[in-house]
Every structure is written in C-alpha cells, then in structure tokens.
C-alpha cells in the first residue's frame, strides 16, 4: 500500500513539473514571437521610429537573452477611484491618463509594485479600449538600456493572477529619434532594481 501511494505521489510530481516546464516553454516562446515581431515592424519602413540613416543599416534590435527569471506571476488589484490627471512626456503633450490598477510581485528576492493606467483618448478606440499602460524605470537605464525608461504592453485583465514578462519591455520611440513625444514613467514606477530583460539601449549610427 506504501509503495502504492508512494508512487502515485511521484507520478503527479513528475506530471506537475512536466507541466510548469511547458508552461514556462510556452512563455519563453511567446517572448521570442514578441521580439521578432518588433524587430520586424521596426524594419518595415512604414512602421519603424528609425531615422533613415538607422534604418539603413538596421538589422535587428539588441535584446537580453530571454530570460525566465523575469517572467513573474503578479497580483493584480484593481483601484477604481483614481482621478485623471495629465502624465509628463518628453515635449509640451499632455495626454491624460487614470491609474487602472496595481500589480504586485516578487524579483531577485524583493516585493516590489507597479502602477498600471490607461490612457483616456484610447479608451473610445475600439481596438484598444481594453489597452494599459505599463512604464517603469529601473538601475539598468542609463547604462546598457535607454535612460528613459521603458514600456510593457499590457491588456485589462480577466483575473487577479497576471503574468509580467520583463522579456518584452521595449524602448519608447523617443529613444531612436527627436520627432517623437513620449511619456515619462511616473516615480512611482521606479524599479530599485536591475532589470536585465528586453531591449537594450539603442546605438544608432
């Protein structure tokens, strides 16, 4: 009867972490599909914030080798009383916005928090009425990524339980050329950590 049990019990750890490892394969895959994706959009010349003597000679954005430490689950809390105010971008604009929610999560041995918000002229879009806006800052920028922080794309959840991956942070456009606004990340969406996941700074040419 032990020896029954005993292996019954190894059976379901063995199909369990079976099951996070192509959980976290199809992740790390789904990150793979978003960086080729933008590396393709910035390569079409319809598409791309590249100035022309970038695009050029573009042949492929920098990234940090996808990495699964930087693919947490978080806590997602809804804040549904928040008042609209105007978020600073990197010229005069002044688009508005509303704090939609909070995720909260564990990097590297730390809890740490980020604000979600939404932008308001999008929300009569029909196609990304659902979008939220995920900027954060970090102890990388400056360094080997841009020193203005850098943006997630996010959609409203159906679930307190949320998947964040850093792996697909990507730069603003203001960070490939001057003819871009682009918003600032809030203080509140400082990281006082290293994110070493995503696009790397751009050297352009």
Sequence with gaps: MFKTTYLAFSILIILGLDLVHAQEAKLIESAGEFQKE????????????????????FKG???????????????FVRTPSES??????????EPVYVKY?????????????????????????????????????????????????RYIDFRIPDSKEVILDFNKAYNPYCAYSGRYSCPIPPKENDLEIEILAGVKAFKGH
């Design 61 to 75: 954005l920098d990234f940090f080798e996808i990495d699964p430490e930087y693919i947490v689950k978080a806590e």
């Design 84 to 93: 609209p105010f105007t978020m600073k971008t990197s010229t005069d604009r």
């Design 101 to 149: 929610g909070e995720l909260y999560f564990s990097l590297k041995g730390k809890e740490l928090k980020l604000n979600l918000y939404q932008n308001q002229e999008l929300t009569q879009d029909p196609e990304y009425f659902d979008y939220l806006f995920l900027p954060f800052t970090d102890l990388t920028n400056g360094e080997s990524t841009y020193g203005g922080g």
């Design 38 to 57: 933008l590396d393709l959009e910035y390569a079409n010349s319809e598409e791309s914030p590249l100035e022309p003597k970038d695009l050029k000679e």
